[in-house]
C-alpha cells in the first residue's frame, strides 16, 4: 500500500515529523509556501537558516535539501529544497524529482517518519502541473522511501485535482 495521501490545505497547519518546503537557492524566505512556512514558524526558522553553510550566499543548490529547525510549527524540522525554475533549466525532470529525493533522503537520515510536503516548483518557478503530479508522485512511490508517510498539501483545487488523476492513473 502507498503511504501517500492528498489533502486540499495550508502545509503549515500539518503535524508531522518534517514540513517539506519549496525554497530558493539563498535560503532565508520568500513568497508563495515558503513566505507561509517562515512566517508560520517565526524568526526562529530564519535564525536556522541562516546558520546553514552558505558558498556565495547560495545555501542550497537546485535539486538538493537542507534540514532545520522548525520554529512554531508543528513539526521537528523543515526540509527546505529547491526545484528548478522551468523555463531556466534543460533538465527539469531530473532536478525535480533531485528536489523531492533529497528531501527524502534527509528525512530518513533524521529519522523523520511523517512528512508534510507541497508541489515543489508549482508556483512561481512554473512547473506544468501535470509533469510536476507525475514526478512527485513517481518519487514518492520508489522503493527507498516506501516507510514514510507522505502527505501532499494542494493549495488550489486545481492542483489537487491533477494530482488525484495521477494518483489513480498509478
Ligand atoms: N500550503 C501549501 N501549498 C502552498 C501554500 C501553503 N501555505 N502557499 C502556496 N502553496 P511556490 P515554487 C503552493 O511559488 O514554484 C518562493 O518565493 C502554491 O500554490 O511557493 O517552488 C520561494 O522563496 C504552489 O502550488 O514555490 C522561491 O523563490 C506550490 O505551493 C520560489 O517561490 C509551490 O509554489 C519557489 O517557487
Known amino acids: 500500500m502507498s503511504g501517500i495521501k492528498l489533502v486540499?490545505?495550508?502545509?503549515?497547519?500539518?503535524?508531522?515529523?518534517?514540513?517539506?518546503?519549496?525554497?530558493?537557492?539563498?535560503?532565508?524566505?520568500?513568497?508563495?509556501?515558503?513566505?507561509?512556512?517562515?512566517?508560520?514558524?517565526g524568526p526562529a526558522l530564519l535564525a536556522a537558516c541562516r546558520e546553514v553553510a552558505e558558498?556565495?550566499?547560495?545555501?542550497?543548490?537546485?535539486?538538493?535539501?537542507?534540514?532545520?529547525?522548525?520554529?512554531?510549527?508543528?513539526?521537528?524540522?523543515?526540509?527546505?529544497?529547491?526545484?528548478?525554475?522551468?523555463?531556466?533549466?534543460?533538465?527539469?525532470?531530473?532536478l525535480l524529482a533531485s528536489a523531492y529525493r533529497s528531501s527524502y533522503q534527509l528525512a530518513l537520515e533524521h529519522g523523520c517518519?511523517?512528512?508534510?510536503?507541497?508541489?515543489?516548483?508549482c508556483g512561481v518557478y512554473g512547473y506544468p502541473l501535470a509533469?510536476?503530479?507525475?514526478?512527485?508522485?513517481?518519487?514518492?512511490?520508489?522503493?527507498?522511501?516506501r516507510d514514510l508517510d507522505i502527505t501532499f498539501y494542494l493549495f488550489s483545487q486545481a492542483i489537487y485535482d491533477i494530482w488525484i488523476a495521477e494518483l489513480g492513473r498509478r
Open 113 to 121: 517518519k511523517r512528512l508534510a510536503v507541497p508541489a515543489i516548483s
Open 55 to 94: 558558498a556565495n550566499g547560495v545555501r542550497c543548490p537546485t535539486g538538493q535539501a537542507r534540514i532545520t529547525a522548525a520554529g512554531n510549527l508543528k513539526a521537528r524540522y523543515v526540509i527546505h529544497t529547491v526545484g528548478p525554475v522551468y523555463a531556466f533549466v534543460d533538465n527539469p525532470a531530473q
Open 8 to 41: 486540499l490545505g495550508d502545509i503549515t497547519t500539518a503535524e508531522v515529523d518534517a514540513i517539506v518546503n519549496a525554497a530558493n537557492e539563498h535560503m532565508l524566505g520568500g513568497g508563495g509556501v515558503d513566505g507561509a512556512i517562515h512566517r508560520a514558524a
Open 131 to 145: 509533469d510536476a503530479a507525475r514526478i512527485a508522485l513517481g518519487v514518492s512511490s520508489e522503493a527507498p522511501y
